[in-house]
């Protein structure tokens, strides 16, 4: 056994075991497979001033679904956000929306986007490369998101 103090309070005491011995070949290996769904938008890039989705650079705010991509968001930047950019994503029904705020994360003012939270629509707020990693976790699992992302 070996003491250590942890913090200065007590002594904790720790046994130095054998390293573990591994089986030399596993029955149900573990197997990763690349998404081959061409008809799935998911984000393969990004960078100062773009974005890509399936290897398509975008240079401005962009809103992504699984089987949908629009370019028509009105947005700009976030410190000109009002309800009216955040009613936009009332329509999709979205379980999650994820909100890319660009090289930094920031927080909109909740009576923004109110109406978002009333229809039981999360939402959230993170730096643009963030969401674009998150939205394609939640895609993958099949979950119903929508990432939009400001440059």
Known sequence: MVESTAYG????????LP????????????????????SMYLFTGHGEGYVAVNERRF???LVVMARD?????PA????TLTAAHFDYFLEMKPDILLLG?????QFARPELYRELI????????????AACRTYNILVAEDRKVVAAVLL
């Open 19 to 38: 390293r573990r011995q591994h089986p030399p070949q596993m029955e149900n290996p573990l197997a990763l497979h690349l998404n081959t769904d061409t």
């Open 76 to 79: 700009s930047d976030f410190a």
């Open 118 to 129: 009333n229809n039981r629509i999360a939402v959230e707020f993170m730096d643009t490369p």
């Open 69 to 73: 991509i629009r370019t028509d968001w």
């Open 9 to 16: 309070k007590g002594v904790a005491k720790a046994a130095i």
């Open 101 to 105: 705020t660009g090289v930094r994360q």
């Open 59 to 61: 240079q401005q705010p």
